[in-house]
């Protein structure tokens, strides 16, 4: 179905150039398809829902337990060549 509709999508119309009266500024305006998977900001509007709709009815339901730990380039680089020195790290995050 989606795919017999995006026959006649592409850059040519899916996007609308304004021009300002008083000053002649342009500025380009995109317009959404309303499907997924043709156009950036639909995708990622469908993306931003679906996240909300885990945050409120999923995520609170369900036991989760996730940490990042990002370190410094030069630390990353150090504990890949001596990973010895990485338990101790973990542990006293752990």
């Known amino acids: 179905m989606e795919q017999r509709q995006r026959v006649g999508y592409g850059p040519s119309i899916s996007r609308n150039q304004r021009r300002c009266a008083d000053c002649a500024h342009e500025k380009l305006a995109a317009f959404s398809c ?18 909300a709709w885990l ?5 609170p339901k369900v036991p989760v ?26 542990q006293i995050i752990h």
């Open 55 to 59: 945050v409120d009815h999923v995520i």
């Open 34 to 51: 309303k499907r997924r998977g043709i156009c950036p900001s639909c995708g990622a509007r469908r993306m931003a829902a679906s996240a």
């Open 65 to 90: 337990r996730q940490w990042v730990l990002s370190f410094p380039i030069p630390l990353r680089s150090l504990f890949a060549v001596r990973p010895e020195l990485l338990a101790p790290v973990l």
